[in-house]
């Protein structure tokens, strides 16, 4: 998704937890605090038929259960988000801490908790009466109907919440939505990059460790436009930087310092990988999951499997560039993602850990025999060049002659043969 540095930050803002329920806590209050204007609106014979003593006792029971039950989620969320970070992978622990219908039915109890808790407060200080009572139950009601519907959404959630599956299925969403939105703009929407760069153009550095978590392109492109210039860009997301890491070349006469500086903001590194404009990370966190599985305290070979799948279900989505397509941004020179370094992240390490299980050796065969009947030369080809390097894997470990014919035999040569 084409995005600024600034909208990329907000995004990543609106899905921290503390976020979604500071919103709720205050739409809480604001509700609370409200029922003297709306009060007006209500008929006069409202006003005897809901009492302080009702208001209080509804309220009283809901601040009552809300702390327990705001209590007793958080510590189930925060102990299935650990047995996810340890049996599956720590990398997937972001995903799950920011997922949307946790956080959502944790506002909920929180804001309810808010909510009834300024209720008391307002009444206990004296400042409702008369038809304030009857609004104030009414909003009551309502918070209290919320709460029933998270409830039921939280005994859903609670079903899956920290398993394998679910925070697999997780990831995989994900890295399917990234490598989708880069195959639409292979080059990020520029050209690609060039074999040799001009030597007179000058470079933006990094100022920092870190890695490339988001590039704003059509920031780059305006600048570029503005100049004159073209940006030979090399801090792709993923891109690991240090002080001093060239980012991207600008083929220009002259840069202003400002300019420069405008250019280095277009590229946002941070202390951690991203997994928005970086396909390849995802596939990566997959390849951590399987290889989690066959650990030996797990031994779980069937999730290593399951993994492959998705895996080709993953780099299925490839696509080469179309050829003389009129890019997008005309003045940016982007470097490519490779389709066998994709493939080699994505099934080599599996490959490698499991080498000693002719089933976990005859799926990876499988799928890259799927991979060998792709429509890019790229993939196909990466794909029996690396059939032939686990194979060589398999043959050294694996000891019965019998297994070892078996794994050969899915291979995509031997199909093909």
């Not at 006003?47 to 302080?52: G, H, K, L």
Request: proline share 5%; with cysteine.
């Amino acid at each position: 998704m084409l995005q600024s540095v600034g909208l990329f930050k907000l995004r990543a803002l609106a899905r921290l937890i503390w976020v979604r329920i500071a919103l709720i806590s205050a739409l809480a209050f604001v509700a609370a605090a409200t029922a003297p204007l709306l009060s007006p609106l209500l008929p006069d014979e409202m006003r005897d038929r809901i009492d302080e003593v009702a208001v209080s006792d509804i309220i009283s029971v809901l601040s009552g259960s809300m702390l327990a039950v705001a209590t007793f989620s958080l510590s189930v969320m925060v102990s299935a988000h650990h047995y996810a970070a340890s049996q599956v992978t720590p990398r997937a622990h972001r995903l799950l801490r920011n997922d949307a219908r946790t956080q959502s039915v944790l506002a909920t109890f929180i804001g309810a908790f808010v909510f009834s808790l300024v209720a008391v407060i307002i009444v206990n200080a004296g400042l409702f009466d008369g038809r304030d009572f009857a609004v104030l139950y009414g909003m009551t009601i309502l918070v209290i109907g919320l709460v029933i519907l998270a409830l039921v959404r939280w005994v859903q959630q609670l079903s899956d919440l920290g398993s394998i599956e679910q925070t697999t299925d997780r990831v995989e969403e994900t890295v399917i939505a990234a490598m989708r939105e880069r195959m639409d703009l292979p080059w990020l929407g520029g050209r690609p990059a060039l074999k040799v760069v001009p030597g007179d153009a000058i470079p933006i550095v990094a100022q920092r460790f870190g890695w490339v978590a988001h590039v704003d392109v059509e920031r780059l492109s305006a600048l570029a436009e503005e100049i004159g210039g073209t940006v030979h860009l090399y801090g792709v997301p993923g891109v690991m930087v240090t002080p001093g890491t060239a980012l991207m070349d600008v083929d220009v006469a002259r840069l202003s310092v400002e300019q420069q500086d405008a250019l280095a903001a277009a590229v946002l590194v941070q202390d951690r990988r991203s997994f928005d404009q970086d396909p390849g990370f995802g596939i990566e966190v997959m390849a951590e999951i399987a290889q989690r599985a066959l650990s030996p305290g797990l031994n779980d070979p069937r999730t290593a499997m399951d993994i492959v799948t998705r895996q080709v279900k993953i780099l299925s989505l490839w696509q080469d560039g179309p050829p003389g397509a009129e890019p997008r941004f005309p003045r940016l020179y982007v470097p490519p993602l490779r389709a066998e370094v994709l493939l080699r992240e994505a099934l080599d390490p599996i490959a490698r850990d499991g080498a000693h299980l002719v089933e976990v050796q005859i799926a990876v065969q499988d799928a890259l025999a799927v991979l060998s009947r792709h429509g890019s030369e790229e993939v196909s080809r990466s794909a029996h060049r690396l059939s032939t390097r686990c194979l060589e894997r398999s043959d050294a470990a694996l000891t019965l002659a019998e297994d070892r014919r078996r794994v050969r035999a899915a291979a995509p040569g031997a199909r093909e043969g």
